[in-house]
T-cell receptor, first 114, second 116 residues
Framework: DAGVIQSPRHEVTEMGQEVTLRCKPISGHDYLFWYRQTMMRGLELLIYFNNNVPIDDSGMPEDRFSAKMPNASFSTLKIQPSEPRDSAVYFC????????????FGSGTQLSVL | AQKVTQAQTEISVVEKEDVTLDCVYETRDTTYYLFWYKQPPSGELVFLIRRNSFDEQNEISGRYSWNFQKSTSSFNFTITASQVVDSAVYFCALSEAVYNTDKLIFGTGTRLQVFP
């Protein structure tokens, strides 16, 4: 299996631009998570989906952030407009089943907003 | 509330030293799951171990061992005879079985540096 695939690996953009991060979960996994990692706050859960349905988006920092999962094999996290404080590593992760199951992470997207 | 605390921000040791990474958790659930993940300098997160709340047996895997104590709400991780390749950020995480069943909440991580 190819694992969780994220793109792009690196993204550099200017403040105010729209940014879209992409994720392909492991086939057969019914949960998908988006995390953000910063030095100050560590790994924060932004949003997660179960069977393509958003379950909890309480971690999304503000309305500038949105996430979708149109099908079982694809999800996006969009930031519009982006701000320098959004600079972080964004991880996508997936798993099969509930909380006792192992979470598999993608390689992350390093986002820099100038 | 579901919470994981890793009080040690950074630890530095010399190769072959033993090192213990602390993890303290909070949960209102009686059934829950604890995890450790490793994040090497390359950046990916690697699963190390999972433990459920009913199994307090310590676990050993090579140079790695884990000590789970419900009485102190701790799930500590010990590396014996550390090696340079152990240098990484280590995260402890918690998932509840009844409340917030789907969420895996991470601690802030402990950066371990092993010097030759």
């Amino acid at each position: 299996d190819a694992g969780v695939i994220q793109s792009p690996r690196h993204e550099v953009t200017e403040m105010g631009q729209e940014v879209t991060l992409r994720c392909k979960p492991i086939s057969g996994h019914d949960y998908l998570f988006w995390y953000r990692q910063t030095m100050m706050r560590g790994l924060e859960l932004l949003i997660y989906f179960n069977n393509n349905v958003p379950i909890d988006d309480s971690g999304m920092p503000e309305d500038r952030f949105s996430a979708k999962m149109p099908n079982a094999s694809f999800s996006t996290l969009k930031i519009q407009p982006s701000e320098p404080r959004d600079s972080a590593v964004y991880f996508c992760a997936s798993r099969a089943g509930q909380g006792f199951s192992e979470l598999f992470f993608g390689s992350g997207t390093q986002l820099s907003v100038l | 509330a579901q919470k994981v605390t890793q009080a040690q921000t950074e630890i530095s040791v010399v190769e072959k030293e033993d090192v213990t990474l602390d993890c303290v958790y909070e949960t209102r659930d009686t059934t829950y799951y604890l995890f450790w993940y490793k994040q090497p300098p390359s950046g990916e997160l690697v699963f190390l171990i999972r433990r459920n709340s009913f199994d307090e047996q310590n676990e050993i895997s090579g140079r790695y061992s884990w000590n789970f104590q419900k009485s102190t709400s701790s799930f500590n991780f010990t590396i014996t005879a550390s090696q340079v390749v152990d240098s990484a950020v280590y995260f402890c995480a918690l998932s509840e079985a009844v409340y917030n069943t789907d969420k895996l909440i991470f601690g802030t991580g402990t950066r371990l540096q092993v010097f030759p």
